[in-house]
C-alpha cells in the first residue's frame, strides 16, 4: 500500500544542491556533510573498510570483494543527534544494500534494500547477548536493476522513519535511538551497487507539528503493505500450526 497522496506530493519534490531532504518526521536544521559520490564531486571522509568502491560519473560503484569474507562497508567518522540523511542507489546485481547507523558500542539501526524487499528496523545491539534486531516494517517491492531510487532515513528522538521514493515508509520506536549515534555506513553484498547524492543534516530535536497524523497515516499503510512471499509463507504455515483442530466425536 502506498503513502496517501499528500505525504506523495511532499516527498516527490526534487532535491536541488544545499536543499534539505522533504521529511514526515524530523526538521532539518543544518547540512552537515554533501558528497555526489562521483569522481567530480567533492569527496567526505569515507573508512572504506571492506569491498571495492570506484567512484565514477555516475556515482560510486561498490562491490563486495570474496576474499573478504564480508559485504562491501564504508563509513562516516561522524558523530550524531537527530538527524536527516538522504543518497540515491541503484542495484546492479547486489544481493542486498543497507544504510546502517551505529553507536559507541554496536550496530543502532539500518535501512535494508533487497531487489525484492525494502526493511527498515533497529539492529541486534549484543550480537552474543539477549537482545535481538526489531524489524518495524518489512515488504515486498520490486527495485529492478539499472533503475535509481531515493531513500529519506530520519531519527529524531526514540524514532527513525525511512523512506523511499516518497511511496512507502516504516518507523518504529525505541529508547536505543536517544544515546548519541555514529559512524553513518553504505553496504553492499554482492556484486555490484552504485550510489551517489549523500548528504547529511542535522535535526531539531522536535519532531514536525504534523508528525502525529503523519505517523497514523504510515502505521496504516505498514498494516497493509505486502510481506515479502517467504515471510509470508512463514506466516501462514504458523497460523496453520496453530489452528485448534476439530475432533469428532465417534460414531
Known sequence: MRLPLALLALLALPLHAG???????AQPDKELLSDGLTTESKAAEWKIAKGKWVRTAEGIKVE?????????????????GDFIIAFDFRLDGAKLISLSINDAK??????LITPATFRVQRDDHDHDGPD??????????KFPAGTWHHVVLEMVGD???????????GFGRDELFKTEKANPGLTCAGQ???????SLWSAKPEPKAT???TSAQVAVAMKAAPAPVAAAKAKATKAKVEAPVKVEAAK
Request: proline share 3%.
Open 159 to 169: 524514532t527513525m522513519v525511512g523512506t523511499i521514493d516518497g511511496k512507502f515508509s
Open 132 to 141: 535481538k534486531a526489531v524489524v518495524f516494517l518489512n515488504q515486498a517491492e
Open 192 to 198: 555490484s551497487a552504485t550510489f551517489r547524492n549523500f
Open 19 to 25: 536543499e534539505a531532504p522533504a521529511t514526515l518526521l
Open 211 to 213: 508528525w502525529k497524523e
Open 106 to 111: 554496536d550496530h543502532m539501526a539500518r535501512v
Open 64 to 80: 563486495e570483494l570474496p576474499a573478504d569474507n564480508h559485504g562491501a562497508a564504508g563509513r562516516l567518522n561522524q558523530k550524531l
